[in-house]
């Protein structure tokens, strides 16, 4: 399974691609790990920020690959503890189907977006930077299958 990570945002700080990729690189290949950014609206002063969500909505909807579910990373969404989320990550394994794993600019996600998801996923009730998000999504993911396989990482 493909797990494509569509986030709204580029040129991180080296950090955040440096830690995002620790995580990616330790999944396997039956989880590989794919980051697909969508630039983000000039967001300049007095811009029309309804019209850059929507936007960049089309555009990470365009990003899709085709047989993916689509699931938000949104603060509407269920929030999974990491057992959860282990459980999750196993029936999205089974159906044989890739993962889109989306995630929204500053403002949020697009309606057409959140209507396109199958599931959505709260990561926290807490307001994360979008670039802290990519690497707490990875490890998460890393960790969930730590579960899955028996993998001595999760302690808990």
Known sequence: MQIHLISIGN???AWVQQGYDEYAKRLPRECELILK?????????????????????DRMLAAIPANCHPVTLDLAGKPWSTPELSTALKRWL??????????????????????TARESWCLSN??????LVRIVVAEQLYRAWSILTHHPYHRG
């Open 11 to 13: 040129r991180m700080p």
């Open 37 to 57: 950014e969508i630039n983000p609206g000039n967001r300049g002063k007095n811009c029309d920020v309804a019209r850059i969500v929507k936007d960049e909505g």
């Open 94 to 115: 089974e159906s044989g189907q890739n993962l889109a794993l989306l995630i929204g600019g500053p403002e949020g996600l697009a309606e057409a977006v959140k209507k």
């Open 126 to 131: 807490l307001t994360f930077p979008h670039p």
